[in-house]
């Protein structure tokens, strides 16, 4: 089975989010105080930890694809919450906008996934 046009867009989504994600962890753990908060962090580990792992197994077409793209969706959501908490910051609303990108992509891929197993 080849993959979609959604699914191609999904994965790119979920790879530039991870980048993200990650360059942005570096960058706050560099500023440190507030930029550091436990919150902020684990959200971003959380995306960026869900939006790998659900581009892999997008890539090799896994079953559990669509739950994966929910779950994803949802961690990108909560992730551009954190980091709107601090919504003066450039690289934080970078972060954001990469998230909400990724949470609209996963879903239009898990509905693809979905169409495309039935």
Same mark, same amino acid.
């Given at each position: 089975? /080849?993959? &979609?046009?959604?699914?191609?867009?999904?994965?790119?989504?979920?790879?530039?989010?991870?980048?993200?994600?990650?360059?942005?962890? %570096?960058?706050?753990?560099?500023?440190?105080?507030?930029?550091?908060? &436990?919150?902020?962090?684990?959200?971003?580990?959380?995306?960026? /930890?869900?939006? !790998? +792992?659900?581009?892999?197994? %997008?890539?090799?077409?896994?079953?559990?694809?669509? /739950?994966?793209?929910?779950?994803?969706? !949802?961690?990108?959501? +909560?992730?551009?919450?954190?980091?709107?908490?601090?919504?003066?910051?450039? +690289?934080?609303?970078?972060?954001? /906008?990469?998230?909400?990108?990724?949470?609209? &992509?996963?879903?239009?891929?898990?509905?693809? +996934?979905?169409?495309?197993?039935?």
């Amino acid at each position: 089975m /080849e993959l &979609s046009p959604e699914m191609h867009k999904g994965i790119e989504a979920c790879l530039a989010c991870y980048t993200r994600c990650e360059e942005t962890m %570096s960058y706050c753990l560099q500023q440190g105080g507030a930029y550091a908060d &436990s919150k902020l962090m684990r959200a971003m580990m959380d995306c960026a /930890e869900m939006t !790998r +792992m659900c581009a892999q197994m %997008s890539m090799r077409m896994s079953e559990m694809t669509p /739950e994966m793209c929910a779950m994803t969706a !949802r961690a990108c959501e +909560m992730c551009a919450e954190a980091c709107m908490s601090m919504p003066g910051d450039d +690289m934080l609303k970078k972060c954001a /906008e990469a998230c909400r990108t990724c949470a609209a &992509s996963c879903r239009a891929m898990a509905q693809a +996934m979905t169409k495309a197993m039935a």
